[in-house]
């Protein structure tokens, strides 16, 4: 069985930093896309960034030039890396990842937990 696993949410104060981690476990044969969506109270769910088969990189156009996307392919996990953060950052992160499983070859999409991530004074 697949499984992804977030780390690394919390509280900080406007303008500082917060690094998202997502490693993907179970039978796994292959990962294409890897990424991050968020939810805000009362919003829908948004794609904040993605990685596709390692070279296509999204950014929703409110977080460029602050966060960034990473992938260790080895370790099957992804970073998103958050700087300059706002208020308006504040939301649930999901971590998304599209995976071909070991045991039926079938490509699926699969959600971490999700982590609260608060920007706050």
């Known amino acids: 069985q697949v499984r992804l696993v977030e780390s690394g949410g919390g509280l900080v104060q406007p303008g500082g930093s917060l690094r998202l981690s997502c490693a993907a476990s179970g039978s796994i044969f292959s990962i294409n896309g890897m990424g991050w969506y968020r939810q805000a109270p009362g919003k829908q769910r948004e794609l904040v960034a993605q990685?596709?088969?390692?070279?296509?990189?999204y950014y929703l156009d409110s977080v460029k030039g602050r966060f960034t996307i990473s992938r260790d392919n080895a370790e099957n996990t992804v970073y998103l890396q958050m700087n300059i953060l706002k208020p308006e950052d504040t939301a649930v992160y999901y971590c998304n990842a599209e995976i071909r499983s070991g045991a039926t070859m079938a490509p699926a999409k699969y959600w971490g937990q999700g982590t609260q991530v608060t920007v706050s004074s």
């Open positions: 990685i596709i088969s390692g070279v296509t990189i």
